[in-house]
Antibody, heavy 116, light 108 residues
Framework: EVQLVESGGGLVKPGGSLRLSCAAS????????MNWVRQAPGKGLEWVSS????????YYADSVRGRFTISRDDAQNSLFLQMNSLRAEDTALYYC?????????WGQGTLVTVSP | EIVLTQSPGTLSLSPGERATLSCRAS???????LAWYQQKPGQAPRLLIY???SGATGIPDRFSGSGSGTDFTLTISRLEPEDFAVYYC?????????FGQGTKLEIK
């Protein structure tokens, strides 16, 4: 069974940093592109970042480029999102998702709250 | 950036009726890499359709996708009570991999 479990969310002040993790199991992690998607409270889905298998390419939404860094550790079956210079508008539930013809598998998300 | 516009914003229908949801792209979607997701309150999204018209594993065949280029449609042939939710389209052909704003399907 495919499982994706996010962690690392929490309350942080504007300008602060967080590192999100996503632990994957039930599939050959290294073979798949992986993604981060966020959802602000009561709002729609927003794509944040993607990383290809082998970490060949990384892509970012304009809203986070230069502040967020996506990475993966295939030996540990883990996906990461380093978030710096956080802003109030980054407050959201952050999901990791496995790509297989669209985003087939999703975690339950980890909540990031940016507030003074 | 490809902007996806979904319509209508809210669709009010009764169980047993047919639902037609639209997703229009501001420019052609590369290789028709267009997906549809269903999201219920408190749950993660669920992939329904990928590649514009291919059903994801385990998705009931009352869900179907069609379209190409800039105009795409999700059709639910006969609504079941569990189908009332929010639906999103997403293009994953060219970065940034944008989502539409969603269509809320509510019980009439």
């Amino acid at each position: 069974e495919v499982q994706l479990v996010e962690s690392g969310g929490g309350l942080v002040k504007p300008g602060g940093s967080l590192r999100l993790s996503c632990a994957a199991s039930g599939f050959t992690f290294s073979s798949y592109n992986m993604n981060w998607v966020r959802q602000a409270p009561g709002k729609g889905l927003e794509w944040v970042s993607s990383i290809t298998s082998g970490s060949i390419y990384m892509y970012y939404a304009d809203s986070v480029r230069g502040r967020f860094t996506i990475s993966r550790d295939d030996a540990q079956n883990s996906l990461f999102l380093q978030m710096n210079s956080l802003r109030a508008e980054d407050t959201a539930l952050y999901y990791c998702a496995r790509q297989f013809g669209g985003y087939l598998n999703w975690g339950q998300g980890t909540l990031v709250t940016v507030s003074p | 950036e490809i902007v996806l516009t979904q319509s209508p914003g809210t669709l009010s229908l009764s169980p047993g009726e047919r639902a037609t949801l639209s997703c229009r792209a501001s420019q052609s979607v590369t290789s028709n890499y267009l997906a549809w997701y269903q999201q219920k309150p408190g749950q993660a999204p669920r992939l329904l359709i990928y590649g514009a018209s291919s059903g994801a594993t385990g998705i009931p065949d009352r869900f179907s996708g069609s379209g190409s280029g800039t105009d795409f449609t999700l059709t639910i042939s006969r609504l079941e009570p569990e189908d009332f939710a929010v639906y999103y389209c997403q293009q994953y052909g060219s970065s940034p991999y944008t989502f539409g704003q969603g269509t809320k399907l509510e019980i009439k």
